[in-house]
């Protein structure tokens, strides 16, 4: 199992995308941390040929990074979050996890959502360079306006002044990320129904065949923790925004990726 060479990966990184990973401290990637974190370390462990380098940034420039090469992987991620530039040289490793995402409007706002249909002519708070799955057509039309921010503070913040109608956040990271920003989290209120689910999977430039190899098998093996769980053992950065059922279907999907 074992190579002679170590072989050194530069992997790509957000900020904070909890409870999977988030840094310690601004810019400095040796204090990631997280379920995805402990995975990795493990990981290394067991192959002990590959050296995996951590490297911060902002989404747009993980992007721009991938599709230039200048970088080997990109932690956690989607096929339809990323454009054909990347996805014409990417591998992607078998899912880790399943999640979603969500509407976020205030908790006194009569927007609901049911499908895209129902944010037509709304203006929603998004990160710059991230993809939104199915609202990516609606945002290219103009069917759905948005609003690209660079911070989740920032969106909570533009929908707290009225500036936007909504706001896209994962469903397992929205709370943490809310408590971090000092928001009481009573204020906003998650779509029962999610906008999509998507699994989350490794990205590897398609050169690193044996990598790719390798993080499946380890997958495979690997007790994953349930983010669920997770979030249950941490109650002092998860407070109870979810409904029983939509708890119990994401613990339902995460179940059929192990």
């Known amino acids: 199992m ?3 060479k170590q072989q050194e990966i530069t992997m790509l990184f957000g900020h ?3 409870p999977f990973y988030s840094v310690g401290t601004p810019k400095n990637a040796s204090t990631l941390h997280g379920i995805f974190i402990e995975f990795l370390e493990e990981f290394q462990k067991a192959y002990p040929q590959y050296k ?4 911060c940034l902002p989404r747009a420039r993980i992007k721009k990074n991938l599709a230039a090469g200048k970088a080997d992987a990109f932690a956690l991620t989607n096929r339809m979050f990323e454009n054909e530039a990347v996805n014409s040289k990417a591998l992607y490793s078998i899912p880790l996890w399943t999640v979603t995402d969500h509407l976020v409007v205030l908790t006194d706002s009569n927007l609901e ?6 944010l037509k002519g709304k203006t929603l708070a998004v990160i710059h360079g991230n993809g939104y799955g199915l609202l990516d057509e609606h945002f290219k039309n103009g069917t759905i306006n948005k609003v690209a921010v660079y911070k989740t503070k920032q969106q909570f913040g533009m929908l707290l002044k009225g500036r936007v109608d909504g706001a896209v956040c994962n469903y397992f990271t929205f709370p943490c990320l809310a408590n971090r920003c000092s ?5 906003f209120r998650l779509s029962k129904k999610p906008i999509y689910d998507f699994t989350l999977n490794i990205l590897l430039l398609d050169h690193h065949k044996d990598l790719h190899s390798d993080l499946n098998e380890f997958i495979r093996s690997y007790d994953l ?3 669920r769980e997770v979030i249950k053992s941490h109650p002092e950065h998860y407070t109870p925004l979810w409904n029983q059922e939509t708890c119990q279907s994401l613990a339902d999907k ?5």
Do not use: G, L
Request: charge should be positive.
């Open 2 to 4: 074992c190579r002679a």
């Open 16 to 18: 904070r995308y909890p």
């Open 52 to 55: 995996i380098k951590y490297k």
């Open 113 to 118: 959502y049911s499908s895209p249909d129902d």
């Open 183 to 187: 928001y009481d989290q009573k204020k």
């Open 225 to 227: 923790p349930n983010p």
């Open 254 to 258: 995460q179940n059929n990726t192990e």
